[in-house]
């Protein structure tokens, strides 16, 4: 499988952790793993390090090994565990969604996966407790074999947003908007400029909660003309 279409490998990650008001609190470094293990399956193992900064901050206790297995179905992902469950979709290649739990850690999660190039990959997403945000991740993952350290320039300008969307609020370079015309509705949207790997990231999800859950997510990558 190419490169430019896979998660697979050993990655290095840099993870801007904010707090749901947008106050940058530290990064957390973590070597990401993802290995086939069988036909149809794949097995993550994380190794993460939080900065000194982030002491006392619900993401200190991300610290050491977390290992899951998920299972490829079509283009879904079924997180099997036993440190996460839940549900990914591969929207195209190289570009993923993912919501579950992480039982261990105690927190439930939102995530995305973008690789805008063979060499670098946007990550990010929310962890949450009762649907209560409590940290707001925005990263930068490289493969191991370059020999480089993940960064990412948190003072890049946003992408502009629409005018529609009800409530906004900023975390690093990634801009945060959150619609809710309804209670049943729950749609946020979510744009990122990396100047390093030169394209905007812009991610719309809506989940729709009743006797069904719903959840539509589109991804558009965009590189600006030079």
């Known amino acids: 499988m190419a490169r430019d279409d896979s998660f697979d490998g050993a990655w290095l990650v840099a993870e801007y952790v904010h707090d749901p008001d947008g106050t940058f609190v530290g990064v ?4 990401r793993v993802v290995e086939v293990v ?6 993550v193992i994380q190794t993460c390090d939080p900065a000194p900064e982030l002491a006392g901050h619900p993401m200190a206790a991300f610290a050491g090994e977390w290992a899951f297995d998920l299972e490829v179905a079509g283009r879904h992902r079924h997180y099997l565990g036993p ?3 839940g549900l990914g979709t591969q929207w195209q290649p190289g570009a993923m969604t993912g919501s579950g739990v992480w039982p261990r850690f ?3 999660f939102t995530s995305y996966g973008v690789l805008v190039a063979p060499d670098r990959q946007l990550t990010g997403g929310f962890f949450s407790v009762a649907g209560r945000s409590v940290a707001d991740i925005v990263g930068v993952a490289v493969p191991e074999s370059a020999g480089i350290e993940p960064t990412l320039d948190l003072d ?15 975390v690093g370079p990634l ?3 959150v619609d809710r015309p ?7 949207l979510l744009t990122m400029h990396d100047p390093v790997g030169g394209v905007l990231l812009a991610i719309e999800q809506q989940t729709t909660f009743g006797d069904e ?3 539509v997510s589109s991804i558009q990558v965009t590189r600006p003309t030079s």
């Open 156 to 170: 890049a300008p946003l992408v502009r947003l629409d005018d529609s969307w009800m409530l906004t609020r900023t």
């Open 106 to 108: 105690g927190h439930e």
């Open 28 to 31: 957390l470094r973590q070597r």
């Open 38 to 43: 069988d036909e149809g399956r794949l097995r």
């Open 213 to 215: 859950q719903t959840v």
């Open 182 to 188: 309804s209670p049943p509705i729950e749609r946020r």
């Open 175 to 177: 801009s945060v908007a």
């Open 83 to 85: 440190d996460v469950i």
